[in-house]
């Protein structure tokens, strides 16, 4: 048997018949496979059922602007917010988090089967915006402002760290959590070392370090 030939996990009446094995696939006519195990070289016919898939349209949001592509999932998997996937539009390949399942009737879910999900609302999670709210270190909230940085959805901000991006330099205090983000106990972030990466960045609160160097002036 050549060594690029087809092969598949199946159980084996032979030598495994409450596991599986890999085997090589020999014949197929439809869903009617000859097949023989690897283990134990028994030849066996089986049926395998090719998986259904579907095409779903895909809403993806880029820093405040959207397009819609799809994507080919199989229509028994189950689908959640929170889930991260390979999106192929004709742009380029990119990660995407689900942010909401539209089902019909304009019905949200946070999971549902994919053959019962109509749109699937996502944000792009490759390269990400981060909202920075800093403030000065006196305390006065009335020269406070708004910065957005741009970074790799993976970038880590940790609380206690210093960053610098081009002329703002800034000391993190605090770190907002978005609600689709999966793995942290508390939305808000305040204690020294705690951190978060971009993608799951709501806003991050931050001491001013600019005014901080113009006051020792």
Same mark, same amino acid.
């Given at each position: 048997?050549?060594?690029?030939?087809?092969?598949?996990?199946?159980?084996?009446?032979?030598?495994?018949?409450?596991?599986?094995? =890999?085997?090589?696939?020999?014949? !197929?006519?439809?869903?009617?496979?000859?097949? *023989?195990?690897?283990?134990?070289?028994?030849?066996?016919?089986? *049926? +395998?059922? %090719?998986?259904?898939?579907?095409? +779903?349209?895909?809403?993806?949001?880029?820093?405040? #602007?959207?397009?819609?592509?799809?994507?080919?999932?199989?229509? #028994?998997?189950?689908?959640?917010?929170?889930?991260?996937?390979?999106?192929?539009?004709? %742009?380029?390949?990119?990660?995407? *988090?689900?942010?909401?399942? %539209?089902?019909?009737?304009?019905?949200?879910?946070?999971?549902?089967? !994919?053959?019962?999900?109509? @749109?699937?609302?996502?944000?792009?999670?490759?390269?990400?915006?981060?909202? =920075?709210?800093?403030?000065?270190?006196?305390?006065?909230?009335?020269?406070?402002?708004?910065?957005? =940085?741009?970074?790799?959805?993976?970038?880590?901000?940790?609380?206690?760290?210093?960053?610098?991006?081009? #002329?703002? #330099?800034?000391?993190?205090?605090?770190?907002?959590?978005?609600?689709?983000?999966?793995?942290?106990?508390?939305?808000?972030?305040?204690?020294?070392?705690?951190?978060?990466?971009?993608?799951?960045?709501?806003?991050?609160? !931050?001491?001013?370090?600019? @005014?901080?160097?113009?006051?020792?002036?």
């Amino acid at each position: 048997m050549s060594d690029t030939a087809e092969r598949v996990a199946l159980a084996c009446p032979s030598c495994a018949p409450a596991t599986q094995t =890999v085997h090589e696939v020999l014949t !197929a006519t439809g869903a009617q496979y000859t097949v *023989r195990c690897t283990e134990c070289d028994h030849t066996h016919k089986t *049926r +395998i059922e %090719e998986e259904t898939t579907i095409d +779903i349209d895909v809403v993806v949001s880029q820093d405040g #602007e959207s397009f819609t592509s799809s994507a080919e999932v199989p229509a #028994e998997e189950t689908l959640a917010v929170g889930e991260e996937f390979v999106l192929d539009t004709p %742009e380029a390949l990119m990660t995407v *988090r689900i942010t909401s399942l %539209e089902l019909s009737e304009q019905r949200r879910r946070e999971a549902a089967t !994919a053959e019962d999900v109509e @749109t699937i609302w996502t944000r792009e999670v490759d390269n990400v915006p981060v909202n =920075v709210t800093v403030h000065p270190r006196d305390g006065t909230h009335d020269d406070s402002r708004s910065i957005k =940085v741009y970074v790799p959805g993976d970038f880590e901000f940790t609380i206690g760290e210093t960053e610098s991006f081009g #002329e703002d #330099e800034f000391t993190i205090k605090g770190l907002n959590v978005r609600e689709d983000a999966v793995g942290y106990d508390r939305d808000s972030l305040d204690h020294d070392g705690d951190s978060v990466v971009a993608k799951d960045l709501k806003r991050v609160y !931050a001491w001013d370090e600019n @005014t901080t160097a113009w006051s020792a002036w």
